[in-house]
């Protein structure tokens, strides 16, 4: 009964833990490695155009609505002067700027920071079938004609689509090809001609613009690209090559082949697109991310608290696994040290210290400490004012060793303030007893019990991974709770114990 | 169990602690052990022998009040009332005005006598330092028939109750190395004994067997413990008294007064298995197994003893 509860308690941890914690990576996209950086695209249209009289100018210009595969951090428009509004019509996001007296140069900007969200992106619904159509002679026979070959060729719509545009850019190799690719002089037209011919096939097909997110100083042209529904979800082609799918680096811009802008009242428009790639930490692109959706995970994150309070919160996260190293060498090995979690608090002072210096600093201390202790011994004074001023000595003993080391030009000693003073006396004062009672052997030992423990902590709670892993996820500190209730239930041996009695465990009864 | 010692049933610090202590051992109960002043009266109270008390310390201003309370007495004992591991006890052999000498034979001034109580009710012996009291009491005059296997200080014995059933036990001889003292870990030498008989067995130091007394050189195995059925009743009876299901009951044999009752503790070592030669597990889940749970004392005794002699009822084998 009391182990089923102990039990369901740890599945229970160990599940709210994990499952909390594989959201925020899965959904949120928080990072599982610390340094992992993720790719954003910055993707800049800037629409030029001049008006030479004082006058109204309306322009619009198409935005990417929901790309497949792509989702929008950020948008900004720049646009001095300028009245924007923006709005959804059929399929497509269009913003609309508009002026009322502009004269000379014009510059519109628009910016939008995207990332690959493999789930994201809203496609249209299925368009109808369209109806047959007529072609003039003699081109609606070649068109007859293509189809029948292309659909003896095929087995299913996508294998269809991609013969068909194989037959068009080789059109050499096919007489109605051949007549029927003179329609078209450019990639655009080829792509209409492409969704003409699939109208002939009754296919329903659009052509729609496409950018290339690649990390070009120059600028990039919207590029026509292929949609084809064949009845269950769309399908995307690259009407050139007849090559099949959408790749992860093309951000569908607008779901039709009309033009991405449009300007009343001006001249001369141009629209530049630039796009570059930033790298940036996976961590603060996560916050981001989750702050655009109005997550509990961000509004309860660690990088919500102030910087100084996320400091003291690295550290403190990290005491637990500390903890695990001292359950592990206190019930699992059987290594004696002085006081519970006294190691712990040591590998945290060797983290301001570094570890070298901070051994050094330890043995010093912890012998200078000892042969004041035995010096007062013979005072013989009362036990707190004893233990009073041990302390002040130790105190004292850091200050001359930090002096020295300065002297001697080691920054190291400096950095040791957080030396657990009060629990370096408490060290001085158990081992003066124990050497006292027991023998210098048993204080020895319980010194280097303490010594090693602590260290070892130390390597473990200076493990990267860790120490980003429970400060993103401090969560996960939960499944390490069941760890520690679990471990509180361990009534096997200790490796120390194995030696320990070893006498007993000769020949077997 | 996968290693030697499982299969020897060597009960480890874990298991002792999570099914043992923590489930036969209520919280609440720990400072009838822990702390001696306690023990004391409560076993006066239940009948059962212990060392006379003269009188206890309670701050450093009763500290002149032990002259008084030793006057009568050549020899007597201080010790921490929540000591632990025989840590701060002084036994004083004789005193003459200002000077006591100790058993082992040297000598201790007022003054020093006084600081050594200071710090000891100061908390210095007692766990997480906090005050405690000093017990003074008669100093036990052993039986001489531990002579030749002891060193100075006082032999005990060491009795295993589990739910009231002594399940296994140990002479503990002090040697030079343990000051006199009758701790193993302080290097006392412990010797297993039958627990149906009384008769020693087998010795070690530390965790290593031994067959002689390393300052003596005496045989250790083949001692007859006197009063052996006395003391088994009074391990015994620690259980009602305390109500602790899982205790070490230390006993002295005193020349004139028999077996005396020392001191309890609900958390005791298990050096006992190595001196045993045996572990603890078989012994204890056959008593959890077995064991009629409604038994007066002596007849829980009896029935142990009755286990030891019949082959079949599988006690030792486990």
Known sequence: MNRRHLYALSALLIASGLSVAIYKHRV???????????SLWSIEGHLTFERHTVGPVKARLKLPHDPPGFRILREDFVSRGYGLTTEIVDDERIAMWAVRRANGQ????????????????????????????????????????????????????????????????????????????????DDFERAQLAVTLLTGARIPARVVQVVQLLNSPHTVDARPWLAIHNGNEWLFFDPVSGASGLESNLLLWSWDSAPLYEVDGGIGEKLEIAVSARTEDALSLAERRATARDSAAVQYSLFQLPIPTQAVYEVLLMIPIGAIVIVFMRNFVGVKTFGTFLPVLVALAFRESRLISGVLLFALLVSAGLAVRFYLERLRLLLVPRLAAILTVVVLLMLFFSLLFHRLGIVTGLSVALFPMVIMTMVIERMSIVWDERGPMEAIKGGLGTLVVAMLAYVVMGIDVLEHLVFVFPELLLPLLAGFLLAGRYTGYRLSELARFRALGGPAK | MLTAIGRAGVLGINRRNGDFVMRYNKRSLYPLVDDK?????????????????????????????????????????????????????????????????????????????????????????????????????????????????????????????F??????????????????????????????????????????IGNNNTD??????????????????????????????????????????????????????????????????????????????????????????????????????GWQSG
């Not at chain 2, 005193?95 to 000598?107: A, D, L, N, P, Q």
């Not at chain 2, 077995?290 to 003893?305: F, S």
């Open chain 2, 37 to 161: 002043l306690i023990t004391k009266k409560l076993a006066q109270e239940n009948g059962i022998p212990v060392p006379q008390l003269f009188g206890s310390l309670d701050t450093p201003r009763d500290i002149p009040s032990l002259n008084d309370l030793v006057a009568q007495q050549q020899s007597f004992v201080v010790k921490p009332s929540h000591g632990s591991g025989g840590d701060g006890i002084v036994v004083i052999d004789s005193h003459r005005g200002r000077r006591f000498w100790t058993c082992g034979g040297s000598v201790l001034l007022w003054a020093e006598l006084a600081h050594h109580l200071e710090n000891t009710l100061g908390g210095q012996y007692s766990l997480g330092g906090h005050p405690d009291r000093v017990m003074v009491e008669y100093r036990v005059k052993f039986d001489p028939m531990f002579n030749p296997v002891s060193y100075l200080g006082v032999p005990d014995i060491r009795i295993i109750v």
């Open chain 1, 28 to 38: 949120l996209g928080y990072p599982l490695l610390p340094e992992e950086s993720a």
């Open chain 2, 212 to 313: 002689e007394h390393p300052d003596t050189g005496a045989a250790i195995g083949g001692l007859e413990v006197p009063y052996w059925q006395q003391m088994l009743s009074i391990a015994a009876r620690c259980y009602e008294m305390t109500g602790l299901g899982y205790l070490g009951v230390d006993l002295v044999l005193d020349e004139h007064l028999g077996p005396l009752m020392l001191e309890l503790n609900a958390r005791p070592g298990l050096n006992i298995q190595i001196a045993n030669a045996a572990g603890l597990l078989p012994r204890l889940e056959y008593v959890q197994q077995h064991a009629e749970p409604a038994l007066l004392p002596e007849d829980r005794v009896a029935w142990i003893q009755s286990l030891v002699n019949d082959r079949t009822a």
């Open chain 1, 106 to 185: 014009q510059s519109l900007y628009y910016r939008a920071t995207v990332y690959r969200d493999r789930a994201a992106g809203e496609l249209p619904a299925q368009p109808p079938f369209p109806e047959a159509l007529e072609l003039e002679p003699p081109f609606n026979e070649a068109l007859a004609a293509l189809l029948d070959t292309v659909r003896a060729e095929s087995a299913d719509v996508a294998t269809f689509v991609s013969a068909l545009l194989k037959r068009l850019s080789l059109p050499a190799a096919d007489t109605n090809a051949q007549l029927l690719s003179t329609l078209a002089t």
């Open chain 2, 163 to 204: 739910l009231g059933f002594p399940v296994m036990a140990m002479l503990r001889l002090p040697t030079r190395r343990s000051g006199g003292k009758a701790n193993l870990h302080q290097g006392a030498v412990g010797a297993g004994i039958d627990i149906a008989y009384g008769k020693t067995v087998h010795g070690v």
